[in-house]
C-alpha cells in the first residue's frame, strides 16, 4: 500500500510540474497536500479498514490531476488520469473502482452516501474550518479571475463565501463537525465583519457623494466661475501665444537685416555686384516690415487709468483691468471695488465685460500676427525671385 501510495504522490507532483499551468494558484500541488493531510486526520480519527483507507489516500492524491485539461468537468478527467496510472501499477479492480467512486464524491454537488466519500469530501473542503481558510480562498479567487470563469469584487466574493458557508456547505464526518467546524463558524463571522465593514464604508462614500451632488445642484453658479477661470486662462495663454510668434518674428528678421548690412550691402558698391542692389533691397524692406507688424501686435495700449463714482454706479467701467484704476487713490478703488462685490450681477457683468475685451485684444494680435507672417513669406519668396533673376540677367 505505501508504495502505491508513495508512486501516486511523485506521479501528481511530476505530472503537476510538467502540465499544470501556473496560472493554477489554488488547484495545484500544496492544495493536494493539504487534501491528503486532512484524509488522513478524518481516516485516524474513523474506524476505517485498511482496503478502504488505501483507496481513500489514493483518491485525494489524484482527485484533482483533470485540471491539466479542464477546468469545468475536471473529476471525470481526474477518474480518467487515475485509472491509466493504477492499471500502469497492476491495481485490482476492485481498488481503482473506489478510488473512481471517491474522486467522483469530491463534485461540490454530490452528497456522499458512504463514511469514505464523507471522508474526501471534508478532507476537500477543510480549509474552510482552518486558519488559513483567508489565504486559501483569495487564491481561489484569483484562479477563477486569470481563467476567465469570473471577477469577483471584493464585496462580490464576500457574499459568495458567505454564501457557500451558509447554504452550500457542510461537514459530514464526526471529526470535522467536533474540530473544524468551530473554526468555521468563526471564519463565517469574520467574513460577516468585513461585510459589515464594507456596507458601512460604502454607506459613508455613499452619503459624501449625495452631499457632493446636492452641494453641486444647489450651486450651479460653481459652473459659471469654472466657465469664466477656463476660458479666461484660454485667453491669456492664445495671448502668450503670440508674443511669443511675434518674438520670433523680431528676432528672425532682426538677424536677417544684421548679415544683409554686415555683409551684403558693403558689397554692393563695387561694379560687378550692382544687379544684387535690387534683390537686397527687397529683403531688407520685407524684413522692416515685418519688424514693424511683429512690434505692432505686442505693443500695450495705454489707458487714462482713472474712473469716476458715476463710471461705476452707471456699469461703465471695467475694475477688473488695471488700466482704468493705476492711478486711482486706494481709498477709491476700495471703494468701488465694495460697490462690486456687493452686486453678484455687476461681477459677471465684469467678467464677461474682461471677456469682451481680451477677445478684442487677442484678434487684433493674431490679425496683424498674421499679416506678419504674410509679409515675411512674401519677401523671402520675391527676395529669392529677385536673386536668381539677377544672376540669370548677366
Known amino acids: 500500500m505505501n508504495n502505491l501510495i508513495e508512486k501516486a504522490d511523485k506521479f501528481v507532483e511530476e505530472l503537476f510540474k510538467e502540465k499544470l499551468p501556473n496560472t493554477f494558484i489554488y488547484h495545484n500541488y500544496q492544495h493536494t497536500e493539504r487534501v491528503v493531510k486532512s484524509t488522513k486526520e478524518l481516516i485516524d480519527n474513523s474506524e476505517i479498514n485498511v482496503k478502504e483507507e488505501e ?41 481503482i473502482a473506489n478510488v473512481k467512486q471517491y474522486i467522483l464524491a469530491t463534485r461540490f454537488s454530490n452528497t456522499p452516501k458512504c463514511l469514505e466519500e464523507k471522508i474526501i469530501r471534508d478532507a476537500d473542503s477543510s480549509h474552510f474550518g ?77 452619503h459624501k457623494a449625495r452631499m457632493k451632488a446636492k452641494y453641486k ?113 486706494f481709498e477709491q478703488f476700495k471703494w468701488g471695488m465694495n460697490k462690486l462685490l456687493k452686486d453678484k450681477d455687476y461681477v459677471y457683468e465684469m467678467l464677461m465685460l474682461d471677456l469682451h475685451l481680451l477677445g478684442k485684444v487677442l484678434h487684433r494680435k493674431y490679425f496683424l500676427l498674421r499679416l506678419t507672417y504674410t509679409v515675411f513669406m512674401t519677401g523671402i519668396i520675391v527676395s529669392v525671385i529677385a536673386f536668381i533673376f539677377a544672376f540669370y540677367s548677366l
Open 55 to 95: 483507496a481513500l489516500i489514493l483518491a485525494a492524491w489524484l482527485h484533482d490531476t483533470g485540471y491539466i485539461h479542464t477546468y469545468k468537468g475536471h473529476e471525470e478527467k481526474s477518474v480518467e488520469i487515475a485509472e491509466s496510472f493504477l492499471k500502469d501499477n497492476n491495481a485490482t479492480e476492485d481498488l
Open 130 to 206: 482552518k486558519d488559513y481558510f483567508e489565504e486559501t480562498s483569495e487564491f481561489l479567487r484569483q484562479e477563477l479571475e486569470m481563467h476567465n470563469i469570473k471577477n469577483f469584487t471584493n464585496a462580490e466574493w464576500l457574499e459568495e463565501n458567505i454564501l457557500v458557508f451558509t447554504e452550500k456547505h457542510q461537514f459530514y464526518t464526526d471529526h470535522a463537525l467536533a474540530e473544524w467546524k468551530p473554526k468555521k463558524e468563526d471564519n463565517l463571522l469574520e467574513l460577516i465583519e468585513s461585510k459589515n465593514k464594507q456596507e458601512k464604508k460604502l454607506t459613508k462614500e455613499e
Open 217 to 329: 445642484n444647489e450651486n450651479p453658479e460653481r459652473s459659471i466661475q469654472t466657465l469664466f477661470r477656463v476660458t479666461l486662462r484660454n485667453h491669456i495663454k492664445l495671448s502668450d501665444i503670440a508674443d511669443t510668434k511675434a518674438n520670433i518674428l523680431l528676432s528672425v528678421n532682426a538677424i536677417i537685416i544684421s548679415l544683409a548690412l554686415a555683409n551684403l550691402i558693403p558689397k554692393l558698391e563695387a561694379e560687378s555686384n550692382k544687379h544684387l542692389l535690387i534683390p537686397s533691397l527687397i529683403l531688407v524692406l520685407f524684413s522692416v516690415a515685418s519688424i514693424i507688424l511683429s512690434i505692432l501686435s505686442t505693443r500695450p495700449n495705454v489707458t487714462s487709468g482713472e474712473f469716476t463714482k458715476e463710471q461705476v454706479k452707471n456699469r461703465n467701467v471695467n475694475l477688473l483691468f488695471f488700466g482704468n484704476y493705476h492711478k486711482m487713490p
